[in-house]
């Protein structure tokens, strides 16, 4: 297994930054795939859900949540692989590019949801053995 910063490290402004790069390449990456243009206004809408989803799990990571932290950032993963085989394989014939991103908004969220619930029971297990 992979080891996690510590929390309240300064690198998880870095990881945050990185996210933020990564979720947005991804979002951009797909409207390449499709063969869309893009103006200034999806620049910016990508721009925020990247960093909304950057900086949730990010927070997450600095505040020391490592269970949250790990499942949104593998439901995210996911939804970007989503992202681009929608992308991809034109799987959605019209409706790719609009189905693409709000597969990965809901795929993200209910990382986010799951996580909460994966730190939650950690808690609960790590106060019952103490």
């Given at each position: 297994?992979?080891?996690?910063?510590?929390?309240?490290?300064k690198?998880?402004y870095?990881?945050?930054?990185?996210?933020?790069?990564l979720?947005?390449?991804?979002l951009a990456?797909s409207r390449?795939?499709?063969?869309?243009?893009?103006?200034?206004?999806?620049?910016?809408?990508f721009?925020?859900?990247s960093?909304?989803?950057a900086?949730?799990?990010?927070?997450?990571g600095f505040?020391g949540?490592a269970?949250f932290?790990?499942?949104?950032?593998t439901?995210?993963?996911i939804?970007?692989?989503?992202?681009?085989f929608?992308?991809m394989?034109?799987?959605?014939?019209?409706?790719?590019?609009i189905t693409?991103?709000?597969?990965?908004?809901?795929?993200?969220?209910?990382?986010?949801?799951?996580?909460v619930i994966?730190e939650?029971?950690?808690?609960?297990?790590?106060?019952?053995?103490?």
């Open positions: 297994m992979f080891m996690l910063p510590e929390n309240r490290s690198h998880w870095g990881i945050s930054v990185f996210l933020f790069f979720f947005l390449c991804t990456g390449l795939l499709l063969d869309i243009s893009m103006d200034f206004k999806q620049w910016i809408a721009a925020v859900i960093f909304i989803l900086s949730i799990i990010g927070a997450g505040f949540k269970a932290t790990i499942v949104s950032f439901f995210a993963i939804g970007m692989i989503n992202v681009v929608i992308s394989t034109r799987a959605h014939e019209g409706w790719s590019d693409s991103v709000i597969s990965f908004l809901v795929i993200s969220a209910f990382g986010i949801a799951v996580g994966a939650v029971i950690r808690k609960l297990f790590k106060k019952k053995t103490m």
